[in-house]
């Protein structure tokens, strides 16, 4: 949100523009920039104080409105995981850079910048099926999520053999 406020004989003019928009703002008013479309503005202020003696100056504004693009490469989801298990995610924006990706599977929870690439060590938790939910969060706080279900099978396979009485296999 933008703000002007005059407390003297000063005039000022704030516009922020783009190839589409054109606003001018008023003396204590404010726009927010949730409300704007995507793309880049100028942000141009006027300052005239109470000599006539002028002061510009603009700065250039980039709004982002798209969420992260997020590409899991492992695992896959419907998969069964055992032991130590690789998380890999890449998550890239085209207007901004990512801020961080996470993931959290029964409480666990790890936070990487850009790419997750995680061992995840899956012996701790009870086997059954579980959400691996991962996260990828960009810089103007944009945000992409989805969920794999996954199942954890760490207990060992149990074998049994039965040998006849009379020693006899047919």
């Known amino acids: 949100t933008l703000f002007i406020q005059d407390s003297t004989n000063t005039t000022a003019e704030l516009a922020l523009t783009n190839t589409t928009f054109n606003r001018t703002l008023e003396f204590n008013s404010s726009i927010n920039a949730s409300n704007l479309s995507q793309g880049n503005y100028t942000l141009e202020a006027n300052i005239t104080d109470s000599a006539g003696n002028l002061r510009s100056n603009s700065i250039d504004i980039k709004v982002d409105q ?8 492992k695992p896959e989801n419907q998969t069964t995981l055992t032991g130590d298990t690789n998380i890999e995610v890449i998550a890239t ?8 990706v996470d993931f959290t599977l029964k409480g666990l929870v790890s936070r990487r910048n850009g790419t997750l690439n995680k061992t995840l060590n899956t012996r701790p938790l009870a086997d059954g099926n579980y959400t691996l939910d991962i996260t990828a969060l960009d810089k103007a706080a944009n945000t992409n999520s989805t969920q794999l279900t996954v199942r954890l099978d760490n207990a060992p396979s149990i074998a049994s053999t039965t040998i006849p009485r009379d020693g006899n296999i047919s």
Request: glycine letters at 0%; a negative charge.
């Open 66 to 73: 798209s969420p992260p693009n997020l590409t899991i490469l």
């Open 93 to 100: 924006d085209r207007e901004t850079s990512v801020n961080s």
